[in-house]
């Protein structure tokens, strides 16, 4: 089975709708992480957040919000979806374990994406 | 803006020849990863070098790293069809949010029977 899951993995809506993305891990991992993916761009972080009561907004954070429900699962939502959010998605995660030294180690697993066009 | 920045963005070769990329970055690092992407996949860990290392070997990767010039590189001896994916470098900031990686755009690497 998959440590890291993403629901949807495929969706197509409209301009306006607010629509959600989950993702769940089972890797039991502190850190979790949502990005989007866009031709020619490369990963563009939009949150992320270090535990269940951590939220921090990304480089592209406007037009997006999101929920740690758990430890296991994150999920984002876009509000009122414009076409171009239009992009695959992908959620993340990390664990650092207790040490906050420099000179840590950060490897982060990534789910399968979810691609989505808003028409 | 992005951290890191692959070099060539594509880079088509011959089963059994070597690939070379290569990644610069623009802030003090604790460590420098690479991560392979499969077409429309996710990102799957390669390998991670250290800030105090300065080559690091996993199979047929061989990874460099130079801080002075803030660049690495990465290598992949004896190319076969298989290898064929999107090439990242993800850097963290030392001077920045512990955690965060910055990924740059990728090499697409296609790799011809």
């Known amino acids: 089975d998959a440590d890291v899951t993403q629901t949807p993995r495929n969706r197509i809506t409209k301009t306006g709708k607010r629509i959600m993305l989950e993702c769940s891990q089972t890797?039991?991992?502190?850190?979790m992480y949502w990005y989007r993916q866009d031709p020619g761009l490369g990963l563009r972080l939009i949150y992320y957040s270090f535990d269940v009561k951590d939220i921090n907004k990304g480089e592209i954070s406007d037009g997006y919000s999101v929920s740690r429900q758990a430890q296991a699962k994150f999920s984002l939502s876009l509000e009122s979806a414009i076409p171009n959010q239009t992009a695959l998605y992908f959620c993340?995660?990390?664990?650092?374990?207790?040490?906050?030294?420099?000179?840590?180690?950060?490897?982060?697993?990534f789910g399968p994406g979810t691609r989505l066009l808003v028409l | 803006s992005q951290q890191g920045e692959e070099d060539p963005q594509a880079l088509s070769i011959q089963e059994g020849e070597n690939a070379t990329m290569n990644c610069s970055y623009k802030t003090s690092i604790n460590n420098l990863q690479w991560y392979r992407q499969n077409s429309g996949r996710g990102l799957v860990h390669l390998i991670l070098?250290?800030?105090?290392?300065r080559e690091k070997h996993s199979g047929r990767l061989r990874v460099t790293l130079d801080t002075s010039k803030k660049s690495s590189s990465l290598l992949i001896t004896a190319s076969r069809a298989a290898d064929t994916a999107s090439y990242f470098c993800?850097?963290?900031?030392?001077?920045?949010?512990?955690?965060?990686?910055?990924f740059g755009r990728g090499t697409q690497l296609t790799v011809w029977p």
């Open positions: 070098i250290r800030s105090n290392e």
């Open positions: 890797k039991g991992h502190d850190r």
């Open positions: 993340a995660t990390s664990d650092l374990g207790g040490d906050s030294s420099p000179g840590r180690e950060e490897t982060q697993y």
């Open positions: 993800a850097t963290d900031d030392r001077g920045s949010t512990l955690g965060r990686l910055y």
